[in-house]
């Protein structure tokens, strides 16, 4: 999560929607006045490797993937109220896909009982247990009550683009895309699109149905 004071905008992270590499972009135009929330070790050294402004100013529980209504309980109101705020959003039938595939890269180095490495664990397994968290965490990161609380959505799809109009919207210095698009953050998780596991009619209804606030606002379909 990102508050910038000099080009006045707010960047809410969402989960899986290459969040990390566009806030590390967006903090080569911050400066150490601005409100940085902390990534994981791993991709603070890609942000540090390219000199762009670290972690700064968070206080009283703020986080990488807080949503808009908790950002706005601890900032400034005249700030969350002027400033432009936006997020990053993603198919849901894919963005299932790709949870899935950081899910079990990201219990590779934990262990179980304290000798036994994590195995991986099923798609099936994994969407009975975390399909409703994400969807619901995801239509919360940006509204309230079913209120929006943001001002724009970049689209995942039409990531290029988006930049473009984000960076001229704000007035940077440079095309935000162009410093995106150097920035590889997480990486080779996803197998090539051929390889990846496909989703059954049963998976395909069940996210209808848990995502459809998400469906219905950004009108997003099933390609299969």
């Known amino acids: 999560m990102i508050v910038n004071h000099k080009y006045k905008f707010i960047f809410i992270k969402s989960f899986k929607t290459a969040g990390t590499s566009l806030e590390i972009a967006l903090s080569k135009f911050c400066s150490s006045e601005d409100i940085i929330t902390p990534i994981v070790p791993k991709d603070e050294q890609i942000r540090e490797k390219l000199g762009f402004t670290g972690p700064s100013n968070f206080h009283n529980g703020m986080k990488e993937h807080m949503t808009a ?84 959505f970049l689209k995942y799809e039409t990531i290029e683009n988006d930049l473009k109009k984000i960076s001229q919207k704000l007035n940077l210095p440079e095309n935000l895309f162009d410093v995106f698009n150097s920035i590889k953050a997480k990486s080779n998780i996803n197998p090539p699109k051929s390889e990846r596991i496909k989703l059954n009619n049963t998976h395909v209804t069940k996210i209808k149905k848990l995502a459809d606030k998400i469906i219905n606002l950004h009108g997003y379909k099933y390609q299969n």
Do not use: C, G, M
């Open 69 to 152: 209504k908790d950002l706005k309980e601890k900032i400034d109101p005249d700030i969350f109220n002027n400033y432009f705020k936006f997020v990053t959003v993603r198919n849901p039938f894919d963005q299932i896909i790709s949870a899935y595939y950081w899910h079990n890269e990201s219990k590779k180095n934990e262990k179980k009982f304290l000798f036994f490495k994590k195995k991986p664990i099923s798609f099936d397994k994994f969407f009975s247990r975390k399909a409703h968290h994400i969807f619901k965490d995801e239509i919360e990161r940006y509204t309230e009550n079913s209120k929006i609380l943001v001002d724009d």
